[in-house]
T-cell receptor
């Protein structure tokens, strides 16, 4: 079965704190893709990162970093020195590839609402 | 490029009415999808398409129809609206990249959403 779990429904931090958003996934495929999206209060969905199952390198982009661990089926997202503008709902998502050819399907987690207070 | 466009932005329907949510993309993407977003449930896939003429059901297809006659357009039809269909609807498109031995799937580009209320 395919499933994405974001156990943290809401997180509240004070500006400049570091925060990690957890994502655990289940998949039947050996080829798959993981994504993070941000949904600010304005409602649009903003793509943050894509990872394929063959690339376990961690990635850093400015204050954002991602930790992908196949051994624990996790793809966690850390914001360093959080800012008020980081307040949003963050979604982790899974797309299976390979023989299932599921390029048009994303399975989303329930989302984590991050509130960064000044 | 306009990207992914959706119309209308807002819609109020009465129970039993039908309507079509429009979605178009100008990026020549082969994949298109419809999702609904409800509080606390993330986004759930309604229908998706892997190319013109090919559609399939997602997680929550009941009460919705789709067709894909062109690469650009992927309308979502509500046949007889029900209050349970009150939601925010997002359309998305994406593409694959050919690699030796297969394809690589890329991120989905989302439209701005349609907020639908069924009374």
């Amino acid at each position: 079965a395919q499933k994405v779990t974001q156990a943290q429904t809401e997180i509240s931090v004070v500006e400049k704190e570091d925060v990690t958003l957890d994502c655990v996934y289940e998949t039947r495929d050996t080829t798959y893709y993981l994504f993070w999206y941000k949904q600010p209060p304005s409602g649009e969905l903003v793509f943050l990162i894509r990872r394929n199952s063959f690339d376990e390198q961690n990635e850093i982009s400015g204050r954002y970093s991602w930790n992908f661990q196949k051994s624990t089926s996790s793809f966690n997202f850390t914001i360093t020195a959080s800012q008020v503008v980081d307040s949003a709902v963050y979604f982790c998502a899974l797309s299976e590839g390979g023989v299932y050819n599921q390029g048009g399907k994303l399975i989303f987690g329930q989302g984590t609402e991050l509130s960064v207070k000044p | 490029n306009a990207g992914v466009t959706q119309t209308p932005k807002f819609q109020v329907l009465k129970t039993g009415q039908s309507m079509t949510l429009q979605c178009a993309q100008d990026m020549n993407h082969e994949y298109m999808s419809w999702y609904r977003q409800d509080p606390g449930m993330g986004l759930r896939l309604i229908h998706y398409s892997v190319g013109a003429g090919i559609t399939d059901q997602g997680e929550v297809p009941n009460g919705y129809n789709v067709s894909r006659s062109t690469t650009e357009d992927f309308p979502l039809r509500l046949l007889s609206a029900a209050p349970s269909q009150t939601s925010v609807y997002f359309c998305a498109s994406s593409y694959s990249t050919s690699l030796a031995g297969g394809s690589s799937y890329n991120e989905q580009f989302f439209g701005p959403g349609t907020r639908l209320t069924v009374l």
